[in-house]
């Protein structure tokens, strides 16, 4: 039985090797761009329930941090189900001010109510929707442990006609 072993001589070559290809591969890649696809898309009529406030951009990560879970304890006290992911509706950006007004939602079935939640009902429209895939979204990812890294990010938005609004 061999009890000491030079795992340097055994393992040595295989290891650097490996190393090697791992910082090609990284220094390859930090350099490329997103990747993405843009399609229209017909967005179905969707009943989200949520919070919508104005928001400061610096203040919008701690603003999320603290709404989302008031909406999902919301929905999960009432026993309501959820139809989708969570999401954030944007209704306007003041560049000025650096300031957005927003609602932070979780879809939910037609008609569904639930107290100190509002409803806001998005009608059936032609939607962009773009999705984000690949490695340059690892950065972004890391900071949100609520997003898989395996799937793509997907957003989609809807441009709503002023008879919708």
């Given at each position: 039985m061999?009890l000491?072993q ?6 040595g ?10 910082k ?13 696809i ?14 919508r ?8 990560g ?11 304890a ?10 989708d992911?969570?999401?954030?509706l944007y209704?306007t950006w003041?560049?000025a001010?650096q300031?957005s007004d927003?609602?932070i ?9 639930i107290?100190?939640l ?7 429209s ?5 999705v ?7 950065p ?12 793509p990010?997907?957003?989609?938005w809807?441009t709503?006609s002023?008879?919708?609004t």
């Amino acid at each position: 039985m061999l009890l000491f072993q030079d795992f340097e001589a055994v393992l040595g070559k295989d290891y650097d090797r490996g190393l090697e290809l791992l910082k090609q591969f990284a220094e390859a890649k930090s350099g490329a761009k997103p990747e993405y696809i843009i399609q229209e898309i017909e967005f179905p009529a969707t009943r989200y329930l949520g919070k919508r406030s104005i928001v400061a951009m610096a203040d919008m990560g701690t603003h999320f941090q603290q709404v989302m879970p008031e909406v999902g304890a919301a929905f999960a006290d009432t026993k309501t189900a959820m139809t989708d992911d969570p999401a954030g509706l944007y209704y306007t950006w003041d560049e000025a001010n650096q300031q957005s007004d927003l609602a932070i939602v979780i879809p939910a079935a037609p008609g569904t109510t639930i107290d100190g939640l509002t409803a806001i009902d998005i009608p059936a429209s032609k939607a962009l929707m773009i999705v984000y895939t690949g490695h340059t979204m690892v950065p972004y990812l890391h900071t949100k442990p609520w997003m898989p890294t395996s799937k793509p990010i997907i957003w989609k938005w809807a441009t709503l006609s002023s008879k919708n609004t």
